[in-house]
């Protein structure tokens, strides 16, 4: 049948997919996807016909997966953790308008926020704000608008993109923003490899964060006023009652 699914595979192990996005890719003929989740998924359905994209070229993962799916197939186009988060879900839908017969339903995933959450202990219990920190798509200027915002109003803040090869300062200066707002001993953790093999986890301060080094594989949580280290796990009471 001619349908795409876009699915959201999880932060990386197998065990963290849902049941219906495992029965997808087990069901579907092709499962299109940037080279580096296809790689994750590849062993569990070897027996499919895997279709892959370097980074950045999205449009072209998405007119590929149409393509496909013209020719009578079903399709899985993969993301990881959730695809409706930073994920393909949008812009499939949005190109989806020039392949009308062309039905494109979203399987939601397991996020790196959740995932990595768990690692932590229990991070995100309240209010929190998911912030890229990747200016490929948004202005700087924007994101430091919503850094500031989301730190007057004490949320706890997970950051997605924390850094890449050339935005390798970009953690430091969105701590350098949160501390006019947040305290230097605000709790934070980093979660490396969130499900993936060498997974690490890391609880420190946000004076410890802004000069902490981290890669574009992990994410990183900014506690608010309330949050608490308890014997290493980062911990945000469920609301200020006790204040
Ligand atoms: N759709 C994805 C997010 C893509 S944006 C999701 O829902 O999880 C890419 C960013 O997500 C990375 O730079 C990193 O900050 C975070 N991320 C995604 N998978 C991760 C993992 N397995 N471990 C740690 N961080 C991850």
């Known amino acids: 049948m001619n349908k795409i699914y876009v699915v959201g595979i999880g932060p990386g192990e197998y065990e963290q997919m849902t049941i219906k996005a495992a029965n997808i890719l087990k069901s579907c003929d092709v499962i299109v996807g940037y080279t580096v989740y296809v790689d994750l998924?590849?062993?569990?359905?070897?027996?499919?016909e895997f279709l892959t994209t370097p980074m950045r070229k999205e449009t072209q993962r998405c007119e590929l997966a149409f393509e496909e799916a013209r020719k009578g197939k079903t399709v899985a186009m993969i993301c990881s953790g959730?695809?409706?988060?930073?994920?393909?879900?949008?812009?499939?839908?949005?190109?989806?308008?020039?392949?009308p017969e062309i039905p494109v339903e979203v399987i939601p995933g397991v996020t790196a926020a959740t995932g990595g959450a768990a690692v932590l202990g229990a991070p995100l219990i309240h209010d929190f704000a998911l912030i890229?920190?990747?200016?490929?798509?948004?202005?700087?200027?924007?994101?430091?608008?919503?850094?500031?915002a989301a730190s007057e109003a004490d949320?706890?803040?997970?950051?997605?993109?924390?850094?890449?090869?050339?935005?390798?300062?970009?953690?430091?200066?969105?701590c350098d923003l949160m501390l006019r707002y947040k305290r230097p001993e605000t709790v934070c953790g980093t979660v490396r490899s969130i499900g993936r093999e060498g997974q690490e986890m890391e609880v420190l301060t946000l004076a410890e964060l802004a000069e902490k080094e981290v890669d574009m594989f992990t994410t990183v949580f900014i506690g608010n006023s309330q949050t608490k280290n308890i014997d290493g796990k980062m911990v945000t009471p469920r609301g200020y009652r006790y204040e």
């Open 41 to 48: 998924v590849k062993e569990h359905f070897s027996d499919k």
């Open 82 to 99: 959730d695809a409706g988060v930073y994920g393909m879900a949008g812009l499939m839908l949005e190109i989806g308008v020039n392949y």
């Open 132 to 148: 890229s920190l990747s200016d490929l798509l948004t202005p700087w200027e924007k994101i430091e608008k919503r850094l500031l």
């Open 155 to 174: 949320f706890v803040v997970c950051l997605y993109n924390p850094s890449s090869k050339k935005r390798h300062d970009y953690l430091k200066r969105a």
